[in-house]
């Protein structure tokens, strides 16, 4: 969270992550060939570990800070995240495909394992005219065409295709107005809005194919890590449960919630109060018997504040200590 969870990136990748534990020892081998090594009980957070607690999380809360500038990290990719500019590339194919497959002929049958719907509405292409048309998504899926991605919107598909003695010619234009949904089981996915172009030209006997062109914007993606285990050095990472929300739409406020185990302190609960943008946002991390920490973000740095059980509900005066972003 604190480098590249922090900035407005759209790229998305599919890194490695995890985290470990709290009172008691153990190990987890679910990260795909790491075991977990820690403390696995709740913390109890106290004025001699919440700083150190709090510093962990704004180092290595996300995945993608655990392999940032951290040489020797031991890692396994174990959820495989949806990279949304294939999708956007993929779009084209994807609309004309599901052109296909919305209303087929009772003679045609496609490959692939195919659920939910495509309804197809709209002009259909006609040689020589202007047409347009929608195709909506609701739940679709195709392990042939979309690897197992799940698909929810309405694109709209607008062109002409005409031919002038022997030469032909195809413009179309595409684009989402509500916002296409991209899901993966067990993973997450993400929210776009997309615009493109496609062409052909055919004079005579030579062929000019334009390239297709998308542009998108991502309003929110939202990723799910079930279980995910790193090693940095000899400090081990585990992520359980654990979901990261951004909205794009809003300066790319992120949301983290769920357990994560640090194996030197043990299992803490992440809570976000309001998102986490650059300059703002609030977080509690949770323990046991009460004790908790107030993370107060600010442009450059962070003010974590403790509370040690003693107050319910928690007024966070237990202690205070400025960290560095």
């Known amino acids: 969270m604190k480098k590249s969870s922090m900035l407005l990136i759209v790229v998305l990748s599919g890194v490695i992550a995890s985290c470990g534990g709290g009172g008691g020892g153990g190990t987890s081998n679910e990260g795909g060939g790491i075991s977990y090594v820690g403390l696995t009980a709740p913390v109890t957070f106290s004025s001699t570990n919440y700083s150190g607690v709090s510093n962990e999380f704004l180092n290595y ?27 956007a590339a993929n779009i084209p194919s994807l609309v004309r495909s599901a052109t296909r497959k919305a209303a087929p002929r009772a003679s045609q049958t496609y490959p692939g394992n195919i659920s939910g719907t495509i309804t197809y509405s ?6 020589g005219s202007n047409y347009s048309f929608t195709v909506t998504f609701s739940n679709y899926a195709d392990t042939d065409d979309t690897g197992g991605l799940v698909f929810n919107g309405v694109i709209s598909v607008s062109g002409i ?12 234009n595409y684009s ?34 334009l390239p297709d062109y998308v542009t998108y914007t991502m309003l929110d993606e939202t990723y799910s890590y079930g279980d995910i285990v790193a ?21 790319g406020r992120m949301s983290m919630n769920g357990n994560i185990y640090y194996s030197g302190y043990g ?7 309001s ?12 323990g046991i018997s009460g004790t908790a920490v107030k993370l107060d ?21 237990d202690g205070t200590v400025v960290l560095p972003l």
Not at 234 to 241: A, Q
Not at 297 to 317: I, R, V, Y
Request: glycine share 12%; proline share 4%.
């Open 61 to 87: 809360s996300t995945p993608s800070d655990f392999v940032i500038g951290s040489p020797g990290i031991l890692s396994v990719e174990t959820v495989a995240q949806v990279d949304a500019r294939a999708v």
């Open 122 to 127: 709209g002009i259909e292409p006609v040689l």
């Open 161 to 172: 295709e005409s031919v002038v003695g022997s030469d032909y010619s195809f413009n179309e």
């Open 176 to 209: 989402i107005g509500r916002g296409l949904s991209v899901t993966k089981t067990g993973v997450g996915g993400f929210t776009l809005d997309i615009s493109g172009t496609a062409s052909m030209n055919i004079t005579g006997n030579n062929a000019v194919v």
């Open 231 to 251: 090693r940095i050095g000899t400090d081990y990472f585990r992520l359980h449960n654990y979901v990261v929300y951004t909205d794009w739409t809003n300066s």
């Open 267 to 273: 299992l803490v609960v992440v809570e976000t109060i």
């Open 275 to 286: 998102p986490v943008s650059v300059g703002s946002g609030t977080i509690h991390l949770h």
């Open 297 to 317: 973000f600010g442009w450059t740095t962070c003010t974590a504040s403790l509370e040690n059980g003693d107050d319910s509900p928690p007024l966070f005066n």
